[in-house]
T-cell receptor, first 112, second 116 residues
Framework: QQQVKQSPQSLIVQKGGIPIINCAYE??????FPWYQQFPGKGPALLIA?????SEKKEGRFTISFNKSAKQFSLHIMDSQPGDSATYFC???????????FGGGTRVLVKP | GAVVSQHPSWVICKSGTSVKIECRSL??????MFWYRQFPKQSLMLMAT?????????EQGVEKDKFLINHASLTLSTLTVTSAHPEDSSFYIC????????????FGPGTRLTVT
């Protein structure tokens, strides 16, 4: 059972555009939702994370929006750059530091 | 800070042999580490949770006798793939939970295993 559904699978935007990646979860016990960025052949790197008591969080050009009632959250990459081209994973867990359930991933390509 | 290393970064072995992969937290202590595997263009799948000084907890469907995990210190966990077969070829990634701080997880750079 896939507990975290991520969409789209891939995304192409022009430089300066705003890729938006959406995730939906089923388990209401989840209370920590991190996003990871992964480049080919590398391990994932934590980008930003949010808890259900906050509806939005910004760190640099990355913004998470969270809708607790809909059990959905999304990542926006503002003013995207070619260097942002990577695979992005959303994840969820019952508490920070506990085992993560990952979404399927979104391959983002930012064209110059 | 919060660096996790893995060794080796890639390894090629023959079918039937065993391979050990190390995961180290370099600047923090980690009582808990996690091992994932990732096939090309797929997501990370949790294999097991490694706890310092105790037995690992394996996810459903993961053979504990094939994937041996040892977490002998607060900075080192090892994954040994025993009697490797070509279907074990994959990208193995560990993460370490910071025992201090807010308990964030930090991922290693991964180990590419190819079994011929």
């Amino acid at each position: 059972q896939q507990q975290v559904k991520q969409s789209p699978q891939s995304l192409i935007v022009q430089k300066g555009g705003i890729p938006i990646i959406n995730c939906a979860y089923e388990n209401t016990a989840f209370d920590y939702f991190p996003w990871y960025q992964q480049f080919p052949g590398k391990g994932p790197a934590l980008l930003i994370a949010i808890r259900p008591d906050v509806s939005e969080k910004k760190e640099g050009r990355f913004t998470i929006s969270f809708n607790k009632s809909a059990k959905q959250f999304s990542l926006h990459i503002m003013d995207s750059q070619p260097g942002d081209s990577a695979t992005y994973f959303c994840a969820a867990t019952k508490a920070a530091g506990n085992k993560l359930t990952f979404g399927g991933g979104t391959r983002v390509l930012v064209k110059p | 800070g919060a660096v996790v290393s893995q060794h080796p970064s890639w390894v090629i072995c023959k079918s039937g042999t065993s391979v050990k992969i190390e995961c180290r937290s370099l600047d923090f202590q980690a009582t808990t580490m996690f091992w994932y595997r990732q096939f090309p263009k797929q997501s990370l799948m949790l294999m097991a949770t490694s706890n310092e000084g105790s037995k690992a907890t394996y996810e459903q469907g993961v053979e504990k006798d094939k994937f041996l995990i040892n977490h002998a210190s607060l900075t080192l966990s090892t994954l040994t793939v025993t009697s490797a077969h070509p279907e074990d070829s994959s990208f193995y990634i560990c993460s370490a939970k910071n025992s201090g701080g807010a308990g964030e997880q930090y991922f290693g750079p991964g180990t590419r295993l190819t079994v011929t």
